[in-house]
C-alpha cells in the first residue's frame, strides 16, 4: 500500500466552474480510486481508474492517469454547491488497505 | 455502488467504559475491512485490518489491546474501544473491501465523544 498526495491542499472556486484536483504517488499501482467526503461523513467512492487506462469518466467527472508521471487528475466540472467536500485520491498496487493523504478541501460559493 | 452500515452513528460515554461499534457489509460479503480514525480536519488514519476468522492485523502505533477488533461473520466486524478516555473521542470509520469491484466501500461514520 501507497500514500497518495493530493494537490492543492485546498481550493475555492464559483459554482458553475470548473475544479481539477491533482494526486501524485510514488510506486506502481494496479488501479487509482478518488473518494469524496462531506464534512462528518463517510467516504463515498467516486471512480476507480486502472493502471492501464488513461481516463475515464463518469457524469462530471473525468479522471486522467499517467503512469509515467505517477499521477491522476480529476476534473470536475460545472461546479455545484454540493460538491464541497474533501476529496481523496488512494493509489492501490495489491489490493487490501487504502492509505490517505491529506486530501484536497473544495469550496464551490454559490 | 454497495452499502455499508455503521452503528452507532454517534455515542457519548463515560471514561474508563467500552464502546463497541459495528460494520456491516449490506449487500456483498467482505473477508476484509478496515478501520479507520480521523480527527477534526485530518485525513482518515489507518487502525487495523480486520480480517474474517482470523486476528486482526494492527498498524504500527495502535494499542490491539485498546482497540479489540472481531470478525466473526463475512458482514460484520466490531471495534471495541475498551477503557475509553478523553484523547479517544475521535470519527471512527469502517470500510468493507469488495473484491468483484476492486474497491473499498466505507460506513458513514461513528463519532465518539469520551466525558
Known amino acids: 500500500s501507497q500514500q497518495g498526495e493530493e494537490d492543492p491542499q485546498a481550493l475555492s472556486i464559483q459554482e458553475g466552474e470548473n475544479a481539477t484536483m491533482n494526486c501524485s504517488y510514488k510506486?506502481?499501482?494496479?488501479?487509482l480510486q478518488w473518494y469524496r467526503q462531506n464534512s462528518g461523513r463517510g467516504l463515498v467512492h467516486l471512480i476507480l481508474i486502472r493502471s492501464n487506462e488513461r481516463e475515464k469518466h463518469s457524469g462530471r467527472l473525468r479522471v486522467t492517469l499517467d503512469t509515467s508521471k505517477k499521477s491522476s487528475s480529476l476534473l470536475i466540472t460545472a461546479s455545484r454547491a454540493a460538491d464541497t467536500a474533501s476529496y481523496f485520491c488512494a493509489p492501490n498496487n495489491q489490493g487490501g488497505k487504502l492509505i490517505f493523504g491529506q486530501g484536497t478541501e473544495l469550496s464551490v460559493k454559490p | 455502488g454497495a452499502v455499508v452500515s455503521q452503528h452507532p452513528s454517534r455515542v457519548i460515554c463515560k471514561s474508563g467504559t467500552s464502546v463497541k461499534i459495528e460494520c456491516r457489509s449490506l449487500?456483498?460479503?467482505?473477508?476484509?475491512m478496515f478501520w479507520y480514525r480521523q480527527f477534526p480536519k485530518k485525513s482518515l488514519m489507518l487502525m487495523a485490518t480486520s480480517n474474517e476468522g482470523s486476528k486482526a492485523t494492527y498498524e504500527q502505533g495502535v494499542e490491539k489491546d485498546k482497540f479489540l477488533i472481531n470478525h466473526a461473520s463475512l458482514t460484520l466486524s466490531t471495534l471495541t474501544v475498551t477503557s475509553a478516555h478523553p484523547e479517544d473521542s475521535s470519527f471512527y470509520i469502517c470500510?468493507?473491501?469488495?473484491?468483484?469491484?476492486?474497491?473499498?466501500?466505507f460506513g458513514p461514520g461513528t463519532r465518539l465523544l469520551v466525558l
Open positions: 449487500d456483498f460479503q467482505a473477508t476484509t
Open positions: 470500510s468493507a473491501d469488495a473484491v468483484a469491484q476492486e474497491t473499498q466501500y
Open positions: 510506486t506502481s499501482i494496479n488501479n
